[in-house]
RNA sequence: UCAGGUGUAGCUCAACCGGCAGAGCGGGUGGCUGUUAACCACUAGGUUGUAGGUUCGAGUCCUACCACCUGAGCCA
């Protein structure tokens, strides 16, 4: 048998019989000849087969072959204008390792539920492929960015014996004879690995059983956490900030195929520039006390004020010094306005809102114990957390980003359930 | 959870004022040596989301329920 190739590299084999294992991605045929579109997960090439050149009994057996039937074909690759991608098999011998029934998902519309009914079928599909790749891009470069910075990765355990946060909702499963909860960030535990390590980063699953229904939100999402040890506020920005650039930078030089298979718009990707533009939150709130009737002075952002806020600008926009009652209660308010927090959101251009939660952290022992207090939290579970600031406390920062929001965004989609390979959503937990 | 919307063939959708349940794609059969979501001919495919109600007659009107979609709150 000819040597192996995947279909990304046939290339190299211009001229010389090579052979390749996939599924049919699509088929026709004309008279005594037979077009199969071969897709292996790294490309796609058209495999034409003659009659006169398989023989008869193979010519007809080809003619069986139905929408992702598993085939081993072996031919000669040769260029050709007539083929996408402009290589072409002329098969010399196939081998059917599986007829398939009739594939639900054809090359024309499907409505979201049947295809999310099918996702497990569907991530075959060329978008759903590209989202992935980009996914994967964007993934890696936060792995070789927090790498290139010597940050050490300590993962953060998923089953919690309480609230991280305590203000939204968690998901409660047993735990032998007592209950346990699924994370909802492994900010703390970054917080104790900050102090062993210095700089730290986790990157996990995350759950919140938040009734959300909308576009930005799933119940299991992953998040990069970073945790910095001897560092304030405007450091951890500056970190939020060249994390968001390396993404940039790798997407747009490695995946400028699968964006442009997206129809994404580059345009907004590429002009985007350090530094971003940085707001307290009371010059952000003057402007939507104009745009927006509806907001309230002193509360959070909602979505359509995110969105109100990113569209001013070309680049994301960094949102520091909100509330301290809109705010989680390890954050570190501010000694020059104490109603302020140290924190930051970072809201993505082009209305896709926000992508990075952070700040610097409250590292006083007692005025941490009285936040605990008044937010009515469990005190003996924060034990541990307690003593990250009775040994050795130091001004800390970090913060998480999400990243499906990310890929939402670098890939242009409208909605986040595309992002993730199985997402789980208030009405989704199939397959 | 709230507010809107949708539910008809495997899929995407039609069906006028309440009057014979229909098309394209996909499937099957046959044809074609250059197709790219091929084309041509033939063909199979239905408890109209579920349960009630109104009516001579309900896909269509009414009630309840279920599922999904869009948006809001909350958040990354």
Redesign the pocket.
Same mark, same amino acid.
């Given at each position: 048998m000819a040597p192996k190739s995947y279909i990304a590299q046939v290339g190299r084999f211009l001229g010389q019989e090579v052979t390749l294992e996939g599924w049919v991605y699509?088929h026709?045929?004309?008279?005594? *000849?037979h077009?199969v579109?071969l897709r292996d997960g790294t490309g796609i090439i058209?495999a034409?087969i003659?009659?006169?050149t398989v023989g008869e009994a193979a010519f007809e057996k080809s003619l069986q072959l139905? *929408?992702e039937s598993s085939v081993r074909i072996s031919g000669i690759v040769t260029e050709?204008k007539?083929?996408?991608g402009g290589f072409?098999l002329?098969a010399q011998a196939i081998e059917i390792l599986q007829i398939a029934p009739?594939?639900?998902i054809?090359?024309?519309?499907?409505?979201?539920?049947?295809l999310?009914e099918n996702r497990h079928l569907w991530l075959r599909s060329s978008l759903q492929h590209a989202i992935m790749k980009v996914r994967h891009e964007i993934i890696k470069a936060c792995r070789d960015y927090f790498d290139q910075l010597d940050f050490t990765l300590i993962d953060a355990p998923i089953f919690t014996p309480a609230a991280c946060?305590g203000?939204?909702t968690l998901f409660e499963t047993d735990y032998f004879d007592s209950k346990a909860y699924l994370t909802q960030?492994g900010q703390l535990y970054m917080e104790a690995a900050a102090m062993a390590f210095g700089k730290v980063y986790c990157f996990g699953p995350t759950f919140?059983a938040?009734?959300?229904?909308?576009?930005?939100? *799933?119940?299991e999402?992953w998040?990069i956490e970073p945790e910095m040890a001897f560092c304030d506020l405007q450091q951890d920005m500056a970190v939020a900030e060249g994390l968001i650039m390396k993404i940039l930078e790798r997407v747009l030089e490695n995946r400028r195929e699968e964006l442009k298979k997206l129809e994404r718009d580059l345009a907004p990707l590429e002009v985007i520039r350090t530094p971003f533009p940085r707001m307290p939150y009371d010059e952000a709130a003057a402007i939507l006390k104009k745009e927006n009737p509806d907001f309230i002075e002193g509360?959070?952002?909602?979505?359509?004020?995110?969105t109100i806020l990113s569209q001013q600008h070309s680049s994301p926009v960094m949102i520091s010094h909100y509330p301290v009652g809109?705010k989680?209660f390890y954050m570190k308010a501010d000694p020059q306005q104490p109603d302020r927090a140290l924190c930051v959101?970072v809201l993505a251009p082009e209305g896709y809102?926000?992508?990075?939660?952070g700040g610097q952290r409250e590292d006083d022992l007692e005025v941490l114990l009285n936040k605990i207090r008044a937010h009515k939290l469990p005190e003996e579970a924060f034990a541990w957390y307690l003593d990250l600031r009775r040994f050795g406390s130091v001004p800390h920062a970090g913060f998480?980003?999400?990243i499906?929001?990310t890929v939402t965004w670098i890939c242009g989609l409208?909605?986040?359930?595309e992002t993730i390979p199985f997402p789980r959503?208030?009405?989704?937990i199939y397959p």
């Open positions: 699509n026709t045929h004309k008279g005594k *000849l077009f579109m058209q034409v003659f009659r006169d139905t *929408l050709d007539r083929a996408k072409e002329q009739e594939y639900p054809s090359p024309k519309e499907h409505g979201i539920d049947f999310m946060e203000t939204t960030s919140r938040e009734k959300s229904k909308t576009r930005r939100h *799933l119940t999402f998040m509360d959070d952002f909602g979505a359509p004020d995110e809109v989680a959101d809102g926000e992508i990075i939660g998480g980003m999400g499906e929001r409208k909605h986040i359930r959503t208030m009405s989704r």
